[in-house]
């Protein structure tokens, strides 16, 4: 019993300590504001062993954030290598992903009823990847590309999935959660874990996972374990971007995004309200850029009333498409993505609400999601 009471103490002040721990955290990452990169959060933070040491000192030691100005100067290094390592986790999605799908793109209910028929994935050897031929170097640049598509299946449900006859056991894809490099790393499911049953809402005491704000969700390791390769939007993507001109073998994210090329599509043409009148000659569209329009072209082909645009309807009577998929989705030429176009795509960004977080409250038990500049300002005048 007493050991069981001292490992408890200890515990409690290891967990008091890591408030200064995250004082430091959240010092270094403002330091560096706006950084576009993803950077650890409390979980990963406290585990880098260096700061874990400073925490698991005996329980005579006073720990404070000076406790922590020896590493200070170390922290940029730790986490290039943190990032090395998370970057290292989505290599191995890539390599493992025709073995570990069966496994990730199921639902609870599959388990379930695997389960009450004595099935296990655990019982069948999986299958060797397509891509477990590739050496890292290889496995590395497939990651950068821009047909490289994952997908979370965190939280998927049946009204999720799309069933597939194919020759490659694919059971159930998500039809949506479509997700590109290196925006998938900040993907929210793979920082967070979520409390779905009763005995799973009391709240945590370690302050680096602790959300006082969710009750059904608390903060955790990076961690890739919800995502695989959506192999039929990376189909998709490399349509898309075979219409940029671009090769899909070669083209990364990065080179599509500094393509700047729109895509129009008549099939997401405005839904006149009523009391409208229909108008011949109104040729107004849907304008995407390249993510949007994978999106929308592997929506569309699932879901016909599920559209997913970038940019908001535009009118624009001369856009010189130059080629197209099928006949809804067209390339844009130069002189079609005229002056015109271009105002009207910025004053629909000019009215989009920018979502904003709290530098103050950021990586503590106390901060809240994202939001509105009036959401976040009234936040910050309660403090």
């Not at 639902?107 to 890292?136: I, Q, R, V």
């Not at 290889?138 to 597939?164: I, M, P």
Request: with cysteine; hydrophobic share 35%; charged share 25%.
């Amino acid at each position: 019993m007493r050991d069981k009471r001292v490992k408890r103490e200890f515990a409690a002040t290891v967990d008091r300590r890591k408030h200064s721990a995250l004082t430091v955290l959240r010092t270094f990452k403002n330091a560096r504001l706006p950084e576009t990169e993803i950077m650890p959060q409390g979980p990963d933070f406290c585990h880098f062993s260096v700061i874990s040491e400073v925490l698991n000192q005996t329980a005579d030691v006073e720990v404070d954030v000076s406790s922590f100005n020896n590493i200070i100067p170390l922290l940029p290094g730790l986490v290039m290598e943190w990032r090395k390592s998370i970057k290292q986790e989505m290599i191995q999605v890539i390599k493992m992903h025709n073995s570990r799908r069966r496994l990730r793109g199921r639902s609870f209910l599959d388990f379930l009823f695997d389960n009450m028929d004595g099935n296990t994935d655990e019982d069948e050897a999986p299958p060797d990847g397509p891509n477990s031929h590739l050496t890292d170097e290889e496995l590395s640049q497939k990651l950068t590309l821009a047909s490289t598509v994952f997908t979370c299946n965190c939280g998927s449900s049946y009204s999720d999935y799309q069933t597939y006859d194919s020759d490659d056991d694919v059971n159930y894809w998500p039809a949506s959660k479509i997700l590109f490099y290196p925006q998938v790393m900040g993907h929210s499911c793979l920082a967070r874990v979520s409390k779905m049953f009763p005995w799973e809402f009391s709240a945590t005491t370690d302050p680096s996972c602790l959300l006082e704000s969710c009750r059904f969700s608390e903060r955790k390791q990076w961690d890739s374990s919800s995502l695989s390769l959506h192999p039929t939007a990376s189909i998709t993507a490399q349509h898309i971007i075979r219409l940029a001109g671009l090769d899909p073998d070669l083209a990364t994210s990065n080179e599509m995004d500094q393509s700047n090329i729109r895509f129009g599509c008549e099939a997401c043409a405005r839904v006149p309200s009523e009391g409208d009148e229909d108008d011949p000659d109104d040729n107004t569209f849907r304008v995407f850029d390249w993510r949007g329009a994978v999106s929308r072209l592997y929506a569309t082909s699932l879901h016909p009333i599920s559209l997913m645009p970038v940019i908001q309807i535009i009118h624009q009577t001369n856009r010189h498409p130059t080629q197209s998929i099928g006949s809804t989705l067209e390339k844009l030429s130069e002189d079609g993505f005229t002056v015109d176009l271009r105002k009207a795509e910025s004053e629909h960004w000019a009215k989009v609400d920018y979502i904003w977080s709290c530098m103050h409250c950021r990586d503590s038990p106390k901060e809240t999601k994202a939001d509105t500049l009036d959401g976040v300002e009234k936040h910050i005048s309660r403090m």
